[in-house]
């Protein structure tokens, strides 16, 4: 009932800051025309408590005695499934307002109505509009039931006659479907009103909640026909309220255990799927995610005649770094390529780890000039990387990429780089496997040439850059001098 302010402190708003203000005008303006029919109609009920019988006294003792015990016990259990309750929440509380529309006169239905929202509050914590509009709708729903028993002019007691006995019948049933339709619509028709983007069904509650509520009124019915005949009807039936209401809350325990352990292993079966298509080292797509969400990104863009750009990426001289400082300082070098290629490359795109240092990009929507400005792109990061490690001695150390410049001896060495070969489908052939054979072939060209560089498949070959002089240079390949002017060939 209260709001924090905040300044931390916690204390009553002021009019002006009342939630109530931020609501819509037509929400203000069907508020306060159903709060003050409600309001009007229970003054006028409650100017006859002067004629009250001391037998209807009695019976109306009972059922605030019942009505107390019944949420005193049960109010924790209540606020419990209040608070799991997606929509509206639907108690017990029906079998002591409907029961009192039946047996008693209007006045004291009204009280009883009152008393036990009273008690509720605690338990129902909602805005202090919403509490009051939710009441109006109950003891509006409870004097409209009230008003279909008594306007009816039946006797509540067996008269012997068959069609007399079995219209009352009927009557209670219209009262239990009035008491129930009036208080259900009235709160959709408000929520509705308030969230107009949100389907009206939402608001009516499940079809387990309404069968629960109709369940109540029909035990209000029997009551309301016991408590005619003797006031302690109440006080019979309090006990059997709590256990029922004892078994719901235990029951929506239930529910909400086997709920989470539901969401628990869907959640393990979504890791465990992603753990079987990542690499664990890069967190890439592995060998066999690689083959299913590429070939799937392959297989639409073929279906909207689109290009798709494969990039075969290979790390240069690899085992000599493994050789060279061990193995934990190759996986951060790994490590490091899979960050790279996870920033560079677009949401769309697939990329994965295919076995030790090789590495397939598959470029959605791309073709040749896109998909090589991508793989430049991608190649001068990888050379321009600085991976910090430890060697085999647990001494750190940060190896460089070959792209960089010299620097004075040190612990920095440059050790990075990563050849590329460049396909493109459909000149490459017609699915993900003949892409990355051409990939592949250009990839092996680019190495023979002196690696670190990038090269198409089929197509022109680009040396970009030359091989640095520091590097190794394959039998048969360029001189780093002639490299830039080298004549353009065609790759296997």
């Not at 339709?181 to 069904?201: C, E």
């Amino acid at each position: 009932m209260t709001d924090q302010k905040a300044s931390g402190a916690v204390g009553r708003p002021s009019i002006r800051n009342w939630d109530l203000w931020t609501l819509r005008p037509a929400a203000l303006v069907y508020f306060f025309f159903i709060e003050s029919a409600v309001a009007a109609a229970a003054i006028w009920l409650l100017i006859g408590l002067g004629s009250i019988s001391n037998a209807d006294w009695l019976r109306f003792g009972a059922v605030m005695f019942a009505v107390t015990v019944h949420l005193m016990i049960v109010r924790r259990a209540e606020e419990s499934r209040r608070n799991e309750s997606a929509g509206p929440h639907i108690d017990l509380t029906s079998v002591w307002t409907f029961a009192a529309a039946i047996a008693l006169p209007g006045a004291l239905a009204v009280l009883v109505t009152i008393w036990m929202r009273i008690l509720i509050q605690p338990i129902a914590r909602r805005q202090p509009y919403r509490f009051v509009f939710s009441s109006a709708s109950i003891l509006g729903g409870t004097m409209l039931a009230w008003a279909v028993v008594h306007l009816s002019g039946l006797s509540l007691l067996a008269t012997g006659v068959i069609p007399t006995d079995l219209g009352l019948v009927l009557v209670l049933i219209a009262a239990a479907l009035v008491n129930w339709g009036a208080q259900g619509m009235n709160i959709a028709v408000a929520l509705k009103i308030v969230t107009p983007h949100t389907r009206i069904q939402e608001f009516l509650g499940s079809r387990a909640d309404n069968m629960l509520e109709l369940s109540t009124l029909g035990a209000g019915a029997m009551l309301g026909m016991l408590m005619t005949t003797h006031w302690v009807g109440p006080l019979l039936l309090v006990f059997p309220v709590i256990l029922v209401n004892s078994l719901l809350y235990h029951a929506a325990q239930r529910r909400a255990h086997l709920e989470r352990l539901l969401r628990e292993q869907e959640q393990l079966q979504a890791r465990l799927a992603e753990d079987a298509h990542t690499d664990y080292r890069t967190g890439l797509l592995n060998t066999n995610g690689l083959a299913e969400y590429g070939g799937r990104l392959t297989d639409r863009c073929r279906h909207d005649n689109q290009p798709v750009t494969v990039l075969a990426i290979d790390l240069d001289h690899f085992k000599r770094i493994n050789d060279t400082w061990g193995h934990p300082a190759g996986n951060a070098v790994l490590a490091e390529v899979g960050r790279i290629l996870r920033e560079k490359l677009r949401p769309g795109d697939v990329a994965g780890r295919d076995g030790g240092e090789e590495f397939v990009v598959v470029l959605a929507d791309t073709g040749l000039a896109q998909g090589t400005a991508i793989a430049e792109r991608v190649r001068e990061a990888i050379g321009e990387m600085s991976v910090m490690t430890t060697d085999k001695h647990r001494n750190t150390v940060t190896l460089r990429g070959r792209n960089l410049p010299l620097t004075p001896d040190g612990p920095e060495v440059r050790a990075i780089s990563a050849s590329i070969g460049v396909a493109v489908l459909p000149d490459n052939g017609e699915c993900l496997q003949d892409a990355q054979h051409f990939a592949d072939a250009a990839l092996y060209a680019a190495k023979e040439n002196g690696r670190n560089q990038v090269r198409v498949a089929g197509g022109e070959i680009r040396l970009l850059p030359a091989p640095r002089g520091d590097q190794p240079v394959a039998e048969g390949a360029a001189a780093p001098d002639q490299a830039a002017s080298a004549e353009v060939t065609r790759t296997a």
